[in-house]
């Protein structure tokens, strides 16, 4: 089975910077592409950062240059860095990891930037 748990949000001024953190289990980590996926309230799910089992990655172009994906292989844990965050950064962010049977979600974490 599956599992997916994010960590890391919070409550950040403009600015400021968070780290994400999905563990994830019961899949073949390191040959998996993760990706991270957030919700503003109100809107759709949006790609916000993939990174392949390689470690190759991509960025949607409203983060690139604030945020960072990485993966750590050895701990089964794909991060997200947040820098220079902006109220419209505001979302649950969610991990991904999709299967020959669909995609996996984890719950998300709460991420919410003040101005």
């Known amino acids: 089975q599956v599992q997916l748990v994010e960590s890391g949000g919070g409550l950040v001024q403009a600015g400021g910077s968070l780290r994400l953190s999905c563990a994830a289990s019961?899949?073949?980590?390191?040959?998996?592409?993760m990706a991270w996926y957030r919700q503003p309230p109100g809107k759709q799910r949006e790609l916000v950062a993939s990174?392949?089992?390689?470690?190759?990655?991509s960025y949607a172009d409203s983060v690139k240059g604030r945020f960072t994906i990485s993966r750590d292989n050895a701990k089964n844990t794909v991060y997200l860095q947040m820098s220079s965050l902006k109220p419209e950064d505001t979302a649950v962010y969610y991990c991904n990891v999709n299967n020959y049977w669909g995609p996996s979600w984890g719950q998300g974490t709460q991420v919410t930037v003040s101005s």
């Open positions: 990174i392949t089992n390689s470690g190759s990655t």
């Open positions: 019961g899949i073949r980590f390191s040959i998996k592409a």
